[in-house]
């Protein structure tokens, strides 16, 4: 199974589980492949890493099981407070 493909598996089942729960949105799925779509985008244009495009597209336990699908490892507390630190930045807080 390719790449993309892994990730499509992982949040077709992540939105499975979700569905189950009262604050389900019938909508996120479209908007999981979207970032699909955009990582695969970004990975291919930017040549940037897996794990860097995944990481801006997907937050949370999403992200954790996005990067587990692709053998990659969880997002680390670590890069997290990075990530947020350069959001924060960029919208000038």
Known sequence: MDTRSKMVHAV???DRKQSAK???SIYALGHYLTAI???CRDIAEQHISIRAALASHFTGRLLDVVLKS???PKFTED?????DSSYFRS???
């Not at 890069?79 to 990530?83: G, Q, S, T, V």
Request: charged share 45%; glycine share 10%.
């Open 22 to 24: 009262r604050s389900y």
């Open 91 to 93: 919208i000038g807080l």
């Open 79 to 83: 890069e997290r407070r990075k990530a």
């Open 70 to 72: 692709v053998g990659e």
């Open 37 to 39: 779509d955009e990582t």
């Open 12 to 14: 077709t089942e992540y």
